[in-house]
């Protein structure tokens, strides 16, 4: 069993949409929790932090739910500029190690 | 402007030849990270270290080898047995364990092809 896994998608949504990314994990001493946007050939970037508490960032929201080992991220209001690959990203579990989940690719369309 | 450097950014290897991949980060960050990634698929751990002179195996660590003689470098090494090295490398940084703001921070990346 994966440590981090992922909707595999692909997720393609008209503008506007609201559209919801899952992400479950294995390790529960996992200590933090992130999402990452990877535009295509390039390097992952930071798009937010999960905090148990929920927290938005404009028209993206993220939640994590110790309980279940489970993360999600929701975007509102899809923009053309969303379109890449999301990363689910867990930390700190054995020796602060770092994996990743496999990607969900969104596309949004006009 | 503080960061981290991978390079080369393409690198183009013979069959049998071991290459060394570089990574250089001058955010002062005790963890460094190294991972693969193939196309369409998600990055997977080959080797990370949380301080100088140790490091631990990820995922897919055969074939690979890693040093850590300095906080702010972390070289990774594709020798020859490893079967399949062609892919994307991409090397990242964060602050250390039982820290906070512990994102991490990624090298534009390496693409190694072997000819």
């Known amino acids: 069993r994966k440590e981090v896994e992922q909707d595999p998608g692909p997720f393609n949504v008209p503008e506007g949409a609201t559209v919801a990314f899952n992400c479950t994990y294995s390790?529960?001493?996992?200590?933090?929790f992130f999402w990452y946007r990877q535009d295509c050939r390039k390097e992952p970037k930071l798009l937010m932090s999960?905090?148990?508490s929920g927290n938005e960032d404009g028209r993206f929201t993220a939640q994590l739910n110790r309980a279940s080992q489970y993360i999600s991220l929701l975007i509102r209001d899809s923009k053309l500029s969303d379109s890449a690959t999301y990363l689910c990203v867990v930390k700190g579990g054995r020796n602060n190690d770092m994996r990743f989940g496999a990607g969900t690719r969104l596309t949004v369309k006009p | 402007d503080g960061g981290i450097t991978q390079s080369p950014k393409y690198l183009f290897r013979k069959e049998g030849q071991n290459v060394t991949l570089s990574c250089e980060q001058n955010?002062?960050?005790?963890?460094m990270y190294w991972y693969r990634q193939d196309p369409g698929q998600g990055l997977r751990l080959i080797y990370y270290s949380q301080i100088v002179n140790d490091f631990q195996k990820g995922d897919i660590a055969e074939g690979y080898s890693v040093s850590r003689e300095k906080k702010e470098s972390f070289p990774l090494t594709v020798t020859s047995a490893q079967k399949n090295p062609t892919a994307f490398y991409l090397c990242?940084?964060?602050?250390?364990?039982?820290?906070?703001?512990?994102?991490?921070?990624f090298g534009q990346g390496t693409r190694l092809t072997v000819v």
């Open positions: 999960v905090y148990s």
């Open positions: 390790n529960s001493a996992s200590q933090s």
């Open positions: 990242a940084s964060s602050v250390g364990q039982g820290r906070r703001n512990t994102e991490a921070f």
């Open positions: 955010l002062n960050h005790d963890a």
